[in-house]
Nanobody
Framework: VQLQASGGGLVQAGGSLRLSCAVS????????FAWYRQAPGKEREFVAS???????AYADAVKGRFTISRDNDKNTMYLQMNSLKPEDTAVYYC?????????WGQGTLVTVSS
């Protein structure tokens, strides 16, 4: 399973970005999608997740601003980020699980200027 994250960039505070995570390889049985982020000098932290049944979960810091979704036909996961804040600046990583094994994308940098 390979994950390719994209969509990061520089945006002003209050702006929006949509991150994508394309899943390729052995995609059957892949579920447990999630986004994490790592800010400079900090540990990687959970952002959002979506399980096979469609249930989603969000970190308190992004609840109401970020939305995780999945397009099964395109084998792609998305993270729509609205009302971005400077504290959202980080490298964002996508993660998926297949039969209890975790797979990670390479990360995409999001920089929010004040």
């Amino acid at each position: 399973v390979q994950l390719q994250a994209s969509g990061g960039g520089l945006v002003q505070a209050g702006g929006s970005l949509r991150l994508s995570c394309a899943v390729s390889g052995r995609t059957s049985g892949v579920n447990g999608f999630a986004w994490y982020r790592q800010a400079p000098g900090k540990e990687r932290e959970f952002v959002a997740s979506r399980v096979a049944g469609g249930a989603t979960a969000y970190a308190d810091a992004v609840k109401g601003r970020f939305t995780i979704s999945r397009d099964n036909d395109k084998n792609t996961m998305y993270l729509q980020m609205n009302s971005l804040k400077p504290e959202d600046t980080a490298v964002y990583y996508c993660r998926a699980r297949r039969f209890a094994i975790e797979y990670w994308g390479q990360g995409t940098l999001v920089t929010v200027s004040s």
